[in-house]
């Protein structure tokens, strides 16, 4: 099953403010993770703001969220005095080189009318063709976001160095932690926790099977269900993981240097 790493909300807000230049619109849209999104438009600017709220967002930026959206977002990036006071962080899409439609007169003649309603279909065309990749990935930015310290351990991995553990409280009653046990090694631990019992039930079967999947794939990551010790890594840099209670304990996802490199 193939899960797209888009938000299809975000994507379709995102195309009809800048297909339709709703400058003087504004709105909210809420995800998974207690994560907020606002879309909102200075017409004078021509420019649109897309704001982003997560639960740790200041620690991601400090760990690895800044170095991804320079990567990857650099061309909607802003000094910070430019960013919504009211949200984590704030990119901006600039519209003013983007292709005008022309406003037909009721003075003109028909043959001039119809000339620029069909030089106003080829730039409707043209916008989209320039809008679509655009909210393709700021749909995406979610994923991006909040994966920024595992690409900081990967890219660190790659280049020989250690990154320090990382502790990420990105849910209300969950975390995942990055950790390097040596160089070129990159172990990703993710808490699991459920509210009822056939949930836990249900998930400790799924926990099952992801760790007896490695055997069906080639050379996959080593991946082991830890539902009653912690992982050494873990245990050894988070002391206080120990008292942490979740209902079907974590999940961890290791690569080794010879499956990075």
Same mark, same amino acid.
């Given at each position: 099953? $193939? ?13 009809? %403010? ?18 907020? $999104?606002?879309? $909102?438009?200075?017409?004078? *600017? ?27 977002? /650099? ?33 003109? !003649?028909?043959?001039?009318?119809? *000339? ?15 809008? !679509? ?11 991006? %976001? ?23 409280? $990105?849910?209300?009653? !969950? ?18 926790? %459920? ?32 539902? /009653? ?12 993981? *120990?008292? !942490? ?9 290791? /690569?080794?240097? *010879?499956?990075?490199?």
């Amino acid at each position: 099953m $193939y899960i797209s790493p888009s938000n299809p909300v975000v994507k379709k807000v995102l195309n009809d %403010f800048m297909a339709k230049e709703l400058f003087t619109s504004v709105e909210t849209a809420y995800d998974t993770d207690n994560v907020v $999104y606002r879309v $909102y438009g200075n017409e004078d *600017a021509k420019q649109f703001k897309f704001c982003f709220s997560s639960n740790c967002s200041k620690y991601i930026l400090e760990n690895g969220g800044m170095k991804m959206l320079e990567a990857k977002y /650099k061309e909607f990036l802003r000094p910070k005095s430019e960013w919504d006071p009211d949200f984590d962080l704030t990119l901006i899409i600039d519209l003013s080189e983007m292709p005008k439609t022309k406003k037909v007169k009721k003075s003109m !003649e028909e043959s001039e009318a119809e *000339a620029i309603r069909q030089e106003n279909d080829l730039i409707r065309i043209r916008r989209k063709d320039l809008i !679509e990749p655009i909210a393709e990935r700021l749909s995406e930015l979610k994923k991006d %976001f909040l994966s920024a310290p595992i690409r900081l351990a990967m890219e660190a991995a790659l280049n020989g160095t250690i990154v320090p553990p990382m502790e990420v409280p $990105y849910r209300q009653d !969950e975390k995942f932690w990055v950790t390097m046990p040596g160089k070129g090694e990159v172990q990703v631990s993710l808490a699991v926790n %459920f509210h009822n019992d056939v949930d836990v039930s249900l998930g400790r079967v799924m926990l099952l099977e992801w760790q007896d999947s490695q055997r069906k794939v080639k050379t996959p990551p080593m991946i082991k269900f830890h539902d /009653k010790e912690l992982p050494a890594e873990l245990a050894k840099a988070f002391p206080k993981l *120990a008292s !942490e209670k979740y209902s079907n304990g974590l999940i961890s996802f290791s /690569k080794l240097r *010879a499956l990075i490199l």
